[in-house]
């Protein structure tokens, strides 16, 4: 019995330089073991070329490689997470069922000292997240955690705010509109007195930037709610005194947001939500602000009605399925709603690019190193205006109520078979993209480093396995390959341009190194547009998968 190998030469002027082997799959069954080695080469003529060459190896050749002589692949590897911090105990078992349909296994023993095993893959950290020595020192390349870093530039809602407020400054008032008008105290308790002088007839609410659940929110009426002491750090928020009201009762949209690279952004939202409602009918007037189960739709605050607890949220907690059927049946334009829920997800995620870079470059891990599963949270007004509320990095996974038990088992599956491919996954597409690019005349390959490859791989395997979640922004859109990294999202990396390196000059030596690293972004972003422009079935008969196409 005879395997087939297929093996590329890509030839430099210096003598030696990378190359990639694919091997096909053998005639009688499937091959698993994929290699990447990096032998010599040769230059023909002062122009990079490339060589291909099919060989037809014996029995003996493939086992060797590890393909019994019967054709039957070797077993994959087994795969290993840990989790580390401390989470609700509801939360984690429909993350652990999840990850063992994926085929993992949980390493119970210590995280930290399990993490130079080879066969573990995931730190998934809750709460305390891993410190900065632990992934410099402790991290391997091939492992992948799920919490970015500096987290709070999108967790909290001060820092949020600083974010948005500076991309409004760069970008202009009209392009990131959609947050309520807010104040950071203390340092805009000036400005915020101001505006509560020249409107009076205004609503505010206040909220701890760093709390969660509805823990600290309050309805303000006057001046005498604003926290008395003068270095607190505070939220104040003009109050959306005319929200848009089902039978009566306020609701807030939660919308789930994968994003798995800020060098460059790639960033996905989930084709579904939930909605949780208040269990008390809205109501105008001072002397209904005190009233959290009508002002505040966290269903952690709405537990402590009774009713709604033992109901299970009973009617006030719909999936976001259901939600837009009921705003249709109003008459309103449900498509045009999603596009700007959609696009305040992907400036959201524009506006803290330049800082999440910044700090991820401080902790020394691969670009491609961390992902995570963002919880968005929207309110709409009476004329279905949606407003960003905040952004949560740990969304709650809780499945006590019906809709979150269809809704969040599935997605977390999703989500997860996008972020974690196998390594065996990843050497065969790799494999088949490098074909893909000699095929399409790309005449740099010699240039590509190992993190650009696992960046365009990665790429290509979020959109492959994406199924319910559609790119916010992942490529321009405008190749003629997969299609599926299109956004109509416009991208406003320029005018962001001037925040790189601009609060964590810790992360840079100089500003030299500032402008390399915007460069290698760009560059970076290049590679993946390129990759819109490959020919997709190319890349699956390369890999030989027929089934997909």
Same mark, same amino acid.
């Given at each position: 019995?005879?395997?087939?190998?297929?093996?590329?030469?890509?030839?430099?002027?210096?003598?030696?330089?990378?190359?990639?082997?694919?091997?096909?799959?053998?005639?009688?069954?499937?091959?698993?073991?994929?290699?990447?080695?990096?032998?010599?080469?040769?230059?023909?003529?002062?122009?990079?070329?490339?060589?291909?060459?099919?060989?037809?190896?014996?029995?003996?050749?493939?086992?060797?490689?590890?393909?019994?002589?019967?054709?039957?692949?070797?077993?994959?590897?087994?795969?290993?997470?840990?989790?580390?911090?401390?989470?609700?105990?509801?939360?984690?078992?429909?993350?652990?069922?999840?990850?063992?349909?994926?085929?993992?296994?949980?390493?119970?023993?210590?995280?930290?000292?399990?993490?130079?095993?080879?066969?573990?893959?995931?730190?998934?950290?809750?709460?305390?997240?891993?410190?900065?020595?632990?992934?410099?020192?402790?991290?391997?390349?091939?492992?992948?955690?799920?919490?970015?870093?500096?987290?709070?530039?999108?967790?909290?809602?001060?820092?949020?705010?600083?974010?948005?407020?500076?991309?409004?400054?760069?970008?202009?008032?009209?392009?990131?509109?959609?947050?309520?008008?807010?104040?950071?105290?203390?340092?805009?308790?000036?400005?915020?007195?101001?505006?509560?002088?020249?409107?009076?007839?205004?609503?505010?609410?206040?909220?701890?930037?760093?709390?969660?659940?509805?823990?600290?929110?309050?309805?303000?009426?006057?001046?005498?709610?604003?926290?008395?002491?003068?270095?607190?750090?505070?939220?104040?928020?003009?109050?959306?005194?005319?929200?848009?009201?089902?039978?009566?009762?306020?609701?807030?949209?939660?919308?789930?947001?994968?994003?798995?690279?800020?060098?460059?952004?790639?960033?996905?939202?989930?084709?579904?939500?939930?909605?949780?409602?208040?269990?008390?009918?809205?109501?105008?007037?001072?002397?209904?602000?005190?009233?959290?189960?009508?002002?505040?739709?966290?269903?952690?605050?709405?537990?402590?009605?009774?009713?709604?607890?033992?109901?299970?949220?009973?009617?006030?907690?719909?999936?976001?399925?259901?939600?837009?059927?009921?705003?249709?049946?109003?008459?309103?334009?449900?498509?045009?709603?999603?596009?700007?829920?959609?696009?305040?997800?992907?400036?959201?995620?524009?506006?803290?690019?330049?800082?999440?870079?910044?700090?991820?470059?401080?902790?020394?891990?691969?670009?491609?190193?961390?992902?995570?599963?963002?919880?968005?949270?929207?309110?709409?007004?009476?004329?279905?205006?949606?407003?960003?509320?905040?952004?949560?990095?740990?969304?709650?996974?809780?499945?006590?109520?019906?809709?979150?038990?269809?809704?969040?088992?599935?997605?977390?599956?999703?989500?997860?078979?996008?972020? *974690?491919?196998? #390594? !065996? =996954?990843?050497?065969?597409?790799?494999? /088949? &993209?490098? +074909?893909?690019?000699?095929?399409?005349?790309?005449?740099?390959?010699?240039?590509?480093?190992?993190?650009?490859?696992?960046?365009?791989?990665?790429?290509?395997?979020?959109?492959?396995?994406?199924?319910?979640?559609?790119?916010?922004?992942?490529?321009?859109?405008?190749?003629?390959?997969?299609?599926?990294?299109?956004?109509?999202?416009?991208?406003?990396?320029?005018?962001?341009?001037?925040?790189?390196?601009?609060?964590?000059?810790?992360?840079?030596?100089?500003?030299?190194?500032?402008?390399?690293?915007?460069?290698? *972004?760009?560059? #970076? !972003? =290049?590679?993946?547009?390129?990759?819109? /422009? &490959?020919? +997709?079935?190319?890349?699956?008969?390369?890999?030989?998968?027929?089934?997909?196409?």
């Amino acid at each position: 019995e005879f395997v087939c190998w297929r093996f590329f030469v890509v030839v430099s002027e210096s003598g030696f330089a990378r190359h990639h082997w694919s091997f096909q799959r053998p005639l009688s069954g499937p091959i698993s073991f994929l290699a990447d080695r990096s032998p010599p080469a040769t230059m023909v003529g002062g122009r990079a070329t490339a060589l291909a060459c099919l060989v037809c190896c014996c029995a003996f050749f493939g086992t060797w490689m590890g393909v019994a002589a019967d054709g039957a692949a070797e077993p994959e590897r087994r795969r290993y997470y840990g989790i580390s911090g401390r989470w609700a105990k509801n939360q984690l078992p429909p993350v652990r069922e999840a990850l063992g349909q994926l085929g993992f296994t949980e390493n119970t023993t210590d995280v930290l000292a399990s993490m130079n095993a080879d066969q573990f893959e995931l730190a998934w950290t809750v709460g305390n997240h891993l410190k900065k020595e632990d992934l410099k020192r402790k991290l391997q390349p091939h492992v992948r955690t799920n919490n970015y870093p500096c987290v709070g530039n999108l967790g909290n809602k001060g820092r949020l705010h600083t974010h948005l407020a500076q991309a409004r400054e760069l970008c202009g008032e009209e392009a990131f509109d959609f947050e309520p008008l807010t104040f950071y105290f203390p340092r805009e308790r000036a400005a915020f007195m101001r505006a509560f002088e020249a409107h009076p007839e205004k609503v505010w609410i206040s909220k701890p930037p760093g709390k969660t659940r509805g823990k600290g929110i309050a309805v303000l009426a006057g001046l005498e709610g604003l926290p008395t002491d003068q270095r607190a750090y505070h939220i104040v928020q003009e109050y959306l005194g005319n929200p848009f009201l089902v039978d009566g009762f306020k609701q807030s949209i939660r919308l789930y947001v994968y994003s798995s690279s800020f060098e460059p952004l790639r960033a996905y939202l989930y084709k579904g939500g939930v909605v949780p409602f208040t269990t008390v009918p809205y109501q105008k007037g001072p002397e209904h602000f005190s009233n959290k189960l009508m002002h505040v739709t966290n269903y952690a605050v709405q537990l402590e009605n009774d009713e709604y607890r033992e109901q299970q949220g009973g009617n006030s907690y719909w999936s976001l399925e259901r939600l837009l059927a009921h705003i249709k049946e109003l008459g309103h334009d449900t498509d045009k709603l999603w596009a700007q829920m959609k696009a305040i997800c992907a400036k959201t995620m524009m506006a803290v690019t330049p800082p999440m870079n910044d700090c991820a470059r401080q902790w020394g891990h691969s670009p491609d190193g961390f992902f995570q599963l963002w919880g968005f949270d929207i309110m709409l007004d009476a004329d279905m205006r949606p407003y960003i509320i905040e952004v949560n990095h740990t969304p709650s996974m809780e499945t006590s109520f019906p809709e979150a038990k269809k809704l969040k088992p599935v997605m977390l599956r999703n989500y997860l078979r996008m972020a *974690m491919p196998s #390594r !065996q =996954e990843m050497q065969e597409w790799r494999s /088949a &993209l490098h +074909v893909a690019a000699v095929r399409a005349g790309w005449s740099d390959l010699h240039t590509f480093t190992d993190d650009d490859w696992t960046m365009l791989t990665r790429t290509f395997l979020e959109r492959k396995h994406q199924e319910n979640f559609e790119p916010l922004y992942a490529g321009n859109g405008n190749g003629s390959g997969s299609g599926s990294g299109s956004s109509d999202v416009p991208y406003h990396q320029d005018c962001l341009a001037p925040l790189y390196g601009k609060e964590s000059r810790l992360a840079y030596r100089n500003l030299a190194e500032i402008e390399r690293f915007k460069v290698n *972004m760009v560059r #970076r !972003q =290049e590679l993946v547009d390129r990759l819109d /422009a &490959l020919d +997709v079935k190319s890349i699956y008969e390369q890999a030989g998968v027929h089934d997909e196409l």
